[in-house]
């Protein structure tokens, strides 16, 4: 089969086309139809993810795409969209059974590849680790990318209003179409707006770096700022007086970590994501398309920050 692999450690630009064997094991053999890209290849295609297999390797963490045969309570030729981890980039992969569900009619393959990752990731970040409650208000940075655009689909699904902070104007587009009640540039009085709007009571923050003290001071009383990445580059740090003061939390939210020891939480979540799916409030938004062999070109984007909503291959 054809793959993509990461052969040396120098960045997007390393990586390459390949025709190695098809994967074994005992799990779901899937034909992909689409995998999705995100900022972790980015990060192993350097070495400075937390998961660093062996040189060379098949990169790729979510695919969609059809069973190809009858295993683990799944029948040949249903749609599926799966997390393997390892492996996406590529015309088939296995995945383990409790890591694979049956795509819903409303979503294509390209949805599908864009919906365990960010949609999980943001339905955690809101509800297990965020509290989120109906009508209250949240502040998704990075809101045009993948996981700012499931968050705020998430958000509204649960009944909350939703500030979107974006970098361009482009990005404010896929922001509101979305569902953001109201856009805001991060290269403007962001944090001014969010406090004349009436103040929030989430922040959800995949960006970090140097906003990261401005978002805190939008928060009110009882507020809770969500750490979910750090794809601007810089940790942030924070001056606890801050939290005392104001009674504002800090929290994150590590999905992968939280689902290595409770994998029985995936179940739950898809479960909770299918109904929002049914309501009409998941809708994952599909940016770049690439074809395989581009695999090097969708993650330059990525890294360059110009990506809108979910970057996908497809094989």
Known sequence: MRAIQIVELGGPESLQLADIDEPAGDGVVIDVRACGVSFPEVLQSRGQYQLKPDLPFVPGSEVAGVVRADAHGFAAGERVAALSWLGGFAETVVAQPQMTFRLPDALNFAQGAGLILNYHTAHFSLVDRGRLRAGETVLVHGAAGGVGTASIQVAKGLGARVLAVVSSDAKAEVARTAGADEVLRSDGAWKDEAKALGGVDLVLDPVGGDRFT????????????????????????????????????VVGAGWGAYISQRPETLAETARALDALIESGHVRPLIGARFPLAEASRALQLIDGRGATGKVVLEP
């Open 214 to 249: 401005d978002s805190l001071r939008t928060l009110n009383p009882d507020g809770r700022l969500i750490v979910v990445g750090f794809t601007g580059g810089a940790i942030p740090e924070v001056k606890v007086n801050r939290l005392l003061l104001n009674n504002i939390s």
